[in-house]
């Protein structure tokens, strides 16, 4: 791979698209030249990067020639259109879409757990589902202590997991309440302002939607752990960004609070918060912006034998989207 690769942003103009053109950048990201790609509705548009203001042009199938690497968050449809097109091109991409996770010629990534499963890719990599991601930063290193053997969740999904349109819906709705105005709709099937819906994606025969089984299907294949069993009820709140994840984990050894601070105090990509007598926990608020995930309200699960309670916030549009993915870039030129 080139050290200085010409890098592609497919979605420039999403929620996802705009964080991995500042991540990017944040990163110092060696990127000889930064092509923006979006619908032809977004053509003229220009966005920011590195002082310049590049134009933003038409995804086509032909847009990939002589690009190195192609970061994808226009959609699962999108995906499944345009990314064999541009691996054939020979540019690796980096799908944020669920297309390609569960593909067994595609590796899923998350860095601080599997990068060595970036040796097999052939010219896609996925990155996972954003409440997996998350949860997973936390739940792995403590699989590795103590050998998970099933999970039972909630989480605290925020609106920009939707996508732009979903945090102008959100902005939309509380002004309408706050002027006691009629609430209109058009993302969620019920208005999300001052509410919260148990219905994040599509439901499935089996009960649960898709973003709740995701936490199995793809735990299972970055953990490398094909036992894996997870339980969770998905909730969309009124939060612009960073979702939260409740977790009362069963291991197979004993674990006790101190022995999985000290594992998690260790973990890459978290911090611990957890200090519930000065109300010193996690927040999405202000998680808001940050690539670390973080991890509190730590306690013995009074349910489960060798459980553990927690909770973990995290910023879904960087670690859950946009930083993984340049993550995986950033080992990908290493
Ligand atoms: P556009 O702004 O031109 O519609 P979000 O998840 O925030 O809704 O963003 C979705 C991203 O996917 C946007 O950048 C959007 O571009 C892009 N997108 C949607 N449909 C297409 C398409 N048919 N071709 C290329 N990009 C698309």
Known sequence: MNRNPHVAVVGATGAVGIEMIKTLEKRNFPAGKLTLLASARSVGKKLKYRGQELAVAELKKDSFGGIDIALFSAGGSISKEYAPAAAQAGC??????????????????IPEINAADLKWHKGIIANPNCTTAITLIALYPLHAAFQCRRIFASSYQAVSGTGAKAITELERQVEQVVQRQPVTREVYPHQIAFNVLPHVDSFLPNGYTREEMKMENEGRKIMHHPTFRASVTCVRVPVYRAHSIAISAEFERPVTVEAALAVLRKAPGLDVIDNPAQSEYPLPLYLSGKYNCAVGRLRQDCALDNGLCFWVSGDQLLKGAALNAVQIAEELIK
Do not use: E, G, Y
Not at 92 to 109: E, G, K, Q, T, Y
């Open 92 to 109: 690796v991409v980096i799908d944020n879409s669920s297309a390609f996770r569960m593909d067994d010629r595609v590796p899923l990534v």
